[in-house]
C-alpha cells in the first residue's frame, strides 16, 4: 500500500520564477492538505482540498495556489518566488468521513531553495 | 501569532531515561491534540493523540498527559532509546486530525545517548 508520494523531491528555482509541486494521497484517502516547513520550523497550514475545492486556508498569500484532480491528486503552486518561500512543503492525506478519528499521513515533502 | 509553544528547544537523555516534551496552547476550542515524530528526510509521523476528555492516554513507552484547566499538554517517553532521537512536534486542532488544519509547535529536538 503506497503511502503519500511527492514529487519533485528537491528542486532549485530563483527568485520571480514559478513553481509546481505534486502530491498523490494514500490509497483509499480524499483529502490533500499543504503544509510548509522552514528550517528548524514546525509546519505551517497553507491549505486543504477535498472534492477538488479548497476546504479551508491558511495565513499565505495568494501566491499559493492549489488544485485537487479527481483522483484525489493535488498540486500546489507558488508564483513570484520569494528567498522566504525557501522550504520543505509536505503533503498529507486524510479521509474526510473520518473527520474527529481520522489521522494526517504525511509524505516526505519537496525540499524548495529559491536563489 | 503563535498558538502552541513548545518545550524545550532540545532535549538530551541516557538510555533508559524519561524524555518530558511539554506544550501550552491558547485557543480552548482545540480538540485534538497530536504528537508527530519526525526523522531527518522524512516527513512527520503521528506518534500518539489525545482529546480532552481524557487526562491521559498511553501506548506503550509513550504517554501523553493533558490539563484542560491549564491549557497544556505533555508527551513522556519512557525508558528512551537512541532509536527515539529525533524531532517532536506538538500539534493542536480545532476539527480533529483528518478535517481540520492542524497547529504545530516549534519541534523539539531529542537526542538519547548510548
Known amino acids: 500500500d503506497a503511502g503519500v508520494t511527492q514529487s519533485p523531491t528537491h528542486l532549485i528555482k530563483t527568485r520571480g520564477q514559478q513553481v509546481t509541486l505534486r502530491c498523490s494521497p494514500k490509497?483509499?484517502?480524499?483529502?490533500v492538505s499543504w503544509y510548509q516547513q522552514a528550517l528548524g520550523q514546525g509546519p505551517q497550514f497553507i491549505f486543504q482540498y477535498y472534492e477538488e475545492e479548497e476546504r479551508q486556508r491558511g495565513n499565505f498569500p495568494d501566491r499559493f495556489s492549489g488544485h485537487q484532480f479527481p483522483n484525489y491528486s493535488s498540486e500546489l503552486n507558488v508564483n513570484a518566488l520569494l528567498l522566504g518561500d525557501s522550504a520543505l512543503y509536505l503533503c498529507?492525506?486524510?479521509?474526510?468521513?473520518?473527520?474527529?478519528?481520522?489521522?494526517?499521513?504525511f509524505g516526505e515533502g519537496s525540499r524548495l531553495t529559491v536563489l | 501569532q503563535q498558538q502552541v509553544k513548545q518545550s524545550p528547544q532540545s532535549l538530551i537523555v541516557q538510555k533508559g531515561g524519561i524524555s518530558i516534551i511539554n506544550c501550552a496552547y491558547e485557543n480552548t476550542a482545540f480538540d485534538y491534540f497530536p504528537w508527530y515524530q519526525q526523522f531527518p528526510g522524512k516527513g512527520p509521523a503521528l506518534l500518539i493523540a489525545i482529546r480532552p476528555d481524557v487526562s491521559e492516554k498511553k501506548e506503550g513507552r509513550f504517554t501523553i498527559s493533558f490539563n484542560k484547566s491549564a491549557k497544556q499538554f505533555s508527551l513522556h517517553i519512557m525508558d528512551s532509546q537512541p532509536g527515539d532521537s529525533a524531532t517532536y512536534f506538538c500539534a493542536a486542532s480545532q476539527y480533529g486530525g483528518s478535517q481540520g488544519n492542524l497547529i504545530f509547535g516549534k519541534g523539539t529536538k531529542l537526542s538519547v545517548k548510548p
Open positions: 498529507a492525506s486524510s479521509l474526510w468521513g473520518l473527520a474527529g478519528v481520522g489521522e494526517l499521513f
Open positions: 490509497s483509499g484517502h480524499d483529502t
